[in-house]
């Protein structure tokens, strides 16, 4: 036999080998408690994130149910409601550990937008009461600005760690 006759064949028994392993490992997905103790499984009790006027929510399942929100203004603990019933469940410590990290990072960020927000209003204020912007309002005025602006990767890191926070939250109702 051709050296490419034997690779076919290599090739051919390898895939033959394979082929009950892949047909077996489209299992039903992994059923786990939620907060209540009631059976849950991906569809039903799966976190995701969904934006809202005033910050990112956490929602539950299919439906959407909000369980948190991490607010651009004044954030909150997100953690609990990552936690669910099962001590035991795998990427729990990771999942509470981003969502604090989120938090960390939002309250920075949150600082910044609202002093940015109160410097550029009280600017904005002076200028207008003084029918003309003096060169104090303008820096008042470029203070809040950079002050937001500086807000910004805050804002985008706490998102992209209440993302792993609930990734990791969700790894529980995998195979």
Not at 143 to 149: P, S
Request: glycine share 12%; proline share 4%; net charge positive.
């Amino acid at each position: 036999m051709s050296p490419t006759g034997r690779a076919l064949l290599g090739l051919l028994v390898l895939l033959a080998g394979t082929a009950p392993r892949i047909g077996g490992a489209q299992a039903t997905p992994a059923t786990r408690r939620d907060l209540r103790g009631a059976s849950c499984d991906y569809a039903a009790c799966a976190l995701s994130i969904a934006p809202t006027w005033n910050g990112l929510a956490v929602v539950r399942g299919v439906r959407g149910q909000r369980v948190a929100n991490l607010n651009f203004f004044w954030p909150g603990d997100v953690s609990r409601a990552l936690v669910g019933s099962d001590a035991a469940a795998p990427g729990l410590d990771s999942a509470v550990a981003q969502a604090k990290r989120a938090v960390r990072i939002r309250r920075i960020g949150a600082t910044l937008t609202d002093a940015g927000l109160a410097v550029a209003a009280a600017g904005a204020v002076r200028a207008l009461s003084a029918g003309r912007a003096r060169r104090s309002d303008e820096i008042l005025l470029g203070a809040g600005a950079a002050a937001l602006g500086l807000s910004v990767p805050f804002q985008f890191g706490a998102d992209g760690a209440l993302s792993r926070a609930v990734w990791w939250h969700n790894v529980r109702y995998g195979r």
